[in-house]
C-alpha cells in the first residue's frame, strides 16, 4: 500500500547519457527528456534530495 513504501531516500542510481527534445516513448512528457542506463538498485538510504541536479556525499555511495 502507498503508506508503507520508504520515503525521503536513495533507493537505486542511474547513469544520464543524454537528454532528448522528442521521444516516442510514452514516459516522455515536457520540452526534456534524460535518457538513462543501467540501473542499480540500492538498499533504501534516508537523505533528503533537491531540485535540479545535486551532489550524494561519497560515504552514502556504494
Same mark, same amino acid.
Not at 5 to 23: F, K, M, P, T
Not at 34 to 55: A, C, I, M, N, S
Given at each position: 500500500?502507498? $503508506? !508503507? #513504501?520508504? @520515503?525521503?531516500?536513495?533507493?537505486?542510481? +542511474?547513469? =544520464?547519457?543524454?537528454? +532528448?527534445?522528442?521521444?516516442?516513448?510514452?514516459?516522455? /512528457?515536457? %520540452?526534456?527528456?534524460? +535518457? #538513462? @542506463? !543501467?540501473?542499480?538498485?540500492?538498499?533504501? /538510504?534516508?537523505?533528503?534530495?533537491? =531540485?535540479?541536479?545535486?551532489?550524494?556525499? %561519497? $560515504? =552514502? =555511495?556504494?
Amino acid at each position: 500500500m502507498m $503508506e !508503507d #513504501l520508504q @520515503r525521503g531516500g536513495i533507493v537505486g542510481s +542511474v547513469e =544520464l547519457i543524454d537528454s +532528448v527534445d522528442h521521444s516516442d516513448s510514452p514516459w516522455y /512528457t515536457g %520540452a526534456k527528456g534524460f +535518457v #538513462l @542506463r !543501467d540501473p542499480k538498485p540500492l538498499p533504501f /538510504t534516508p537523505f533528503k534530495g533537491q =531540485l535540479q541536479f545535486f551532489e550524494v556525499p %561519497a $560515504e =552514502l =555511495l556504494p
